[in-house]
Antibody, heavy 117, light 110 residues
Framework: QVLLQESGPGLVEPSGTLSLTCAVS?????????WSWVRQPPGKGLEWIGEIYHDGPSNYNPSLKSRVTMSVDKSKNQFSLKLNSVTAADTAVYYC??????????WGRGTLVTVSS | QSALTQPPSASGSPGQSVTISCTGTSSDIGGTYNYVSWYQHHPGKAPKLMIYEVRKRPSGVPDRFSGSKYGNTASLTVSGLQAEDEADYYC?????????FGTGTKVTVL
């Protein structure tokens, strides 16, 4: 059974960089899947941030593209998200998810990141 | 890339049916690929895939959940509503090399 677990600081200062990691257990990150990040601001809906494949290709939400970087660490079987120049608008629950052939078929439980000084 | 449009809320009594719409454009839902999916989200929990490729159900999802699409609008129908169906539901679609979610619909079981 494949499980995803997000981790990272729960509090980030404005203008700083949000950094999260998603650990993949019970399966290999090098499988034929894309790995994605999705977020949900308080009281709002889901927003796709972007996705990455194990050997490097990535796609990012055009509205966040200038601030997002995703990477894969095969040795640790995990993938990561960096979002820079954060503001209060980036406060959200951040989920990592596996993209099955055409849909997000596996999700982590999410981690709340608050942007505040 | 704008969010797909869903009604904010929908409701039904136990045993009844409820249908949620998800409206996009020819660049996403109405595009070449039928890659529309639906997710059930109970607050505080991980979202759960309920429907993929417009109408396919993953293993373990009850056949009370069904999906369809016509033009730029996709729909999710929950038949025989049960108390545990009360949740937020989100549609999603491929949009070229990107993905987009719907605005979300809160389903209430009366």
């Amino acid at each position: 059974q494949v499980l995803l677990q997000e981790s990272g600081p729960g509090l980030v200062e404005p203008s700083g960089t949000l950094s999260l990691t998603c650990a993949v257990s019970g399966g290999s990150i090098s499988s034929s899947n894309w790995w994605s990040w999705v977020r949900q601001p308080p009281g709002k809906g889901l927003e796709w941030i972007g996705e990455i494949y194990h050997d490097g290709p990535s796609n990012y939400n055009p509205s966040l593209k200038s601030r997002v970087t995703m990477s894969v660490d095969k040795s640790k079987n995990q993938f990561s998200l960096k979002l820079n120049s954060v503001t209060a608008a980036d406060t959200a629950v951040y989920y990592c998810a596996r993209v099955g052939s055409t849909a997000f078929d596996l999700w982590g439980r999410g981690t709340l990141v608050t942007v505040s000084s | 890339q704008s969010a797909l449009t869903q009604p904010p809320s929908a409701s039904g009594s136990p045993g009844q049916s409820v249908t949620i719409s998800c409206t996009g454009t020819s660049s996403d839902i109405g595009g070449t690929y039928n890659y529309v999916s639906w997710y059930q989200h109970h607050p505080g929990k991980a979202p759960k895939l309920m429907i993929y490729e417009v109408r396919k159900r993953p293993s373990g999802v009850p056949d009370r959940f069904s999906g369809s699409k016509y033009g730029n609008t996709a729909s999710l129908t929950v038949s025989g509503l049960q108390a545990e169906d009360e949740a937020d539901y989100y549609c999603s679609s491929y949009a070229g090399s990107n993905k987009v979610f719907g605005t979300g619909t809160k389903v209430t079981v009366l």
